[in-house]
């Protein structure tokens, strides 16, 4: 089981103690989730379907189940979001059961492809949906808990409640809730994005059209109202802790003189060592004294409360599915009062700590948002100034003739030296744009160009 604990540095996501990856307070993980396109998951899926059962007649291909057919999809998902590097296997065992449940539905209700006896058949069933689960995730048909081909047998007669067994009651039970359409896959990860972005849009984008005016809550009441209650995600089990989880890092672990070292779990030794006699008896009452083989410990643990400078409880939530993390972190900004804007180059979410503030500080390519935007309004200004368009232009020329050897470096500095200085004459208006015309076309040819003496 995961659990996600915030800080005031932002969260950890962790499981058996251990910090799988955590998220400052800038929320980029969050921002470039909401920016990232996963509409190909449902084509890579259909491909990846294809090569091993017709999904007309659930005839299985023979198509060796290998790791690399689902790697695009696997790859697709972890850039998405830090969660899916660590639970992918999860979420794509989970995408294949429901759409094969899905199909089956679809296949019997809809197009009548299939007759309702055969998918009851576990002889059936379980070949057919564990030819399209990767062997990575089922090596030896071991699935993840609670995901194994029984789970999603027992979702499917669930499904379609097997007591009834005529076609007349199927379509009056459940077939009002199929889609006309043949089923795609990872529908449930692009509502999760597609939602996710509307609680961003809705409640804390500074730019968002007809809300200038509204506080943080007041917009939070509004999305309530538009949307409704059961988008809300609910039930999310919260723990409170009266002493923090002992939670590590791989920076944490080292090894010292050949023993294995983490000094999360050394501390935890020990408080468990300290408190162990408490443990191991019946519970302290306060109406009871203090047993006296517990006195020395009892003393020994108010002694070492005193030196503890912790100053506040610590809340942990229990994770099953990314929805819940990126509810809660939403909800940690909402109380915040946290301001977003997207940035004018990039189009993802920063915070907006100024309001004047255009672009956000990501860095691509060796460069940041806002440099990136000078770089393409410069462009911009010389595609759109007839004078720069045709000095660029020639440039452009000239520098292709150093690389190929017709023209020398020295010829192209001189050349470029008069050509700047002619262009700048064009822009103050010492001279029309005709003249500066004339001139280049002057020395178009590279015998021309070799005669150029700077002026």
Same mark, same amino acid.
């Given at each position: 089981?995961?659990?996600?604990?915030?800080?005031?540095?932002?969260?950890?996501?962790?499981?058996?103690?251990?910090?799988?990856?955590?998220?400052?307070?800038?929320?980029?993980?969050?921002?470039?989730?909401?920016?990232?396109?996963?509409?190909?998951?449902?084509?890579?899926?259909?491909?990846?379907?294809?090569?091993?059962?017709?999904?007309?007649?659930?005839?299985?291909?023979?198509?060796?189940?290998?790791?690399?057919?689902?790697?695009?999809?696997?790859?697709?998902?972890?850039?998405?979001?830090?969660?899916?590097?660590?639970?992918?296997?999860?979420?794509?065992?989970?995408?294949?059961?429901?759409?094969?449940?899905?199909?089956?539905?679809?296949?019997?209700?809809?197009?009548?492809?299939?007759?309702?006896?055969?998918?009851?058949?576990?002889?059936?069933?379980?070949?057919?949906?564990?030819?399209?689960?990767?062997?990575?995730?089922?090596?030896?048909?071991?699935?993840?808990?609670?995901?194994?081909?029984?789970?999603?047998?027992?979702?499917?007669?669930?499904?379609?409640?097997?007591?009834?067994?005529?076609?007349?009651?199927?379509?009056?039970?459940?077939?009002?809730?199929?889609?006309?359409?043949?089923?795609?896959?990872?529908?449930?990860?692009?509502?999760?994005?597609?939602?996710?972005?509307?609680?961003?849009?809705?409640?804390?984008?500074?730019?968002?059209?007809?809300?200038?005016?509204?506080?943080?809550?007041?917009?939070?009441?509004?999305?309530?109202?538009?949307?409704?209650?059961?988008?809300?995600?609910?039930?999310?089990?919260?723990?409170?802790?009266?002493?923090?989880?002992?939670?590590?890092?791989?920076?944490?672990?080292?090894?010292?003189?050949?023993?294995?070292?983490?000094?999360?779990?050394?501390?935890?030794?020990?408080?468990?060592?300290?408190?162990?006699?408490?443990?191991?008896?019946?519970?302290?009452?306060?109406?009871?004294?203090? *047993?006296?083989?517990?006195? @020395?410990?009892? +003393?020994? =643990?108010? &002694?070492?409360? !005193?030196?503890?400078?912790? #100053?506040?409880?610590?809340?942990?939530?229990?994770?099953?599915?990314?929805?819940?993390?990126?509810?809660?972190?939403?909800?940690?900004?909402?109380?915040?009062?946290?301001?977003?804007?997207?940035?004018?180059?990039?189009?993802?979410?920063?915070?907006?700590?100024?309001?004047?503030?255009?672009?956000?500080?990501?860095?691509?390519?060796?460069?940041?948002?806002?440099?990136?935007?000078?770089?393409?309004?410069?462009?911009?200004?010389?595609?759109?100034?007839?004078?720069?368009?045709?000095?660029?232009?020639?440039?452009?020329?000239?520098?292709?003739?150093?690389?190929?050897?017709?023209?020398? *470096?020295?010829?192209?500095? @001189?050349?470029? +030296?008069? =050509?700047? &200085?002619?262009? !700048?004459?064009?822009?103050? #208006?010492?001279?029309?744009?005709?003249?500066?015309?004339?001139?280049?076309?002057?020395?178009?040819?590279?015998?021309?160009?070799?005669?150029?003496?700077?002026?």
């Amino acid at each position: 089981m995961a659990y996600v604990r915030f800080n005031n540095k932002g969260y950890d996501y962790y499981e058996n103690n251990k910090i799988l990856f955590s998220a400052d307070n800038s929320h980029i993980h969050l921002f470039d989730y909401v920016a990232k396109d996963l509409s190909c998951l449902p084509k890579l899926f259909e491909q990846y379907v294809s090569l091993r059962m017709d999904t007309t007649n659930f005839k299985l291909r023979k198509q060796p189940n290998n790791a690399d057919d689902f790697n695009a999809i696997k790859v697709s998902l972890i850039a998405a979001h830090p969660y899916y590097k660590h639970e992918y296997e999860k979420v794509i065992l989970n995408a294949i059961g429901d759409y094969f449940n899905q199909l089956l539905t679809y296949s019997i209700c809809e197009i009548h492809s299939l007759t309702f006896d055969c998918p009851l058949s576990t002889d059936w069933y379980y070949p057919r949906l564990h030819s399209l689960i990767p062997s990575p995730i089922a090596i030896g048909k071991n699935y993840p808990d609670g995901l194994s081909l029984s789970d999603f047998y027992t979702k499917w007669q669930n499904l379609i409640n097997h007591k009834f067994t005529c076609e007349d009651d199927l379509a009056e039970t459940f077939c009002l809730n199929i889609s006309p359409t043949i089923p795609a896959a990872f529908t449930k990860e692009i509502h999760i994005q597609n939602w996710t972005h509307d609680l961003l849009y809705f409640m804390l984008d500074g730019s968002a059209k007809y809300m200038e005016g509204l506080s943080t809550f007041q917009r939070v009441w509004l999305y309530g109202n538009i949307f409704p209650e059961s988008e809300l995600i609910s039930g999310i089990t919260r723990k409170l802790l009266f002493h923090p989880p002992a939670l590590y890092s791989e920076k944490d672990c080292c090894e010292e003189n050949g023993h294995y070292c983490n000094k999360a779990i050394d501390y935890n030794d020990k408080m468990r060592d300290m408190f162990h006699p408490f443990l191991a008896t019946s519970p302290l009452h306060a109406r009871d004294d203090i *047993p006296e083989g517990l006195m @020395a410990p009892f +003393k020994s =643990a108010i &002694e070492y409360a !005193k030196t503890n400078k912790v #100053g506040k409880f610590y809340e942990v939530y229990e994770i099953n599915e990314l929805q819940e993390l990126l509810y809660l972190e939403i909800t940690s900004m909402i109380q915040s009062e946290i301001i977003i804007k997207k940035c004018e180059n990039c189009g993802k979410y920063f915070i907006r700590n100024d309001r004047k503030k255009k672009y956000c500080d990501r860095t691509a390519s060796g460069t940041t948002c806002a440099k990136e935007a000078k770089r393409k309004q410069n462009k911009q200004r010389k595609e759109n100034d007839p004078t720069s368009k045709l000095y660029w232009n020639e440039y452009s020329k000239n520098y292709e003739r150093v690389k190929s050897g017709a023209l020398s *470096p020295n010829q192209f500095e @001189a050349w470029h +030296k008069v =050509a700047n &200085e002619k262009k !700048k004459q064009v822009i103050s #208006g010492e001279i029309d744009i005709s003249i500066f015309k004339d001139w280049l076309n002057k020395y178009e040819t590279i015998n021309k160009i070799k005669r150029l003496k700077p002026q």
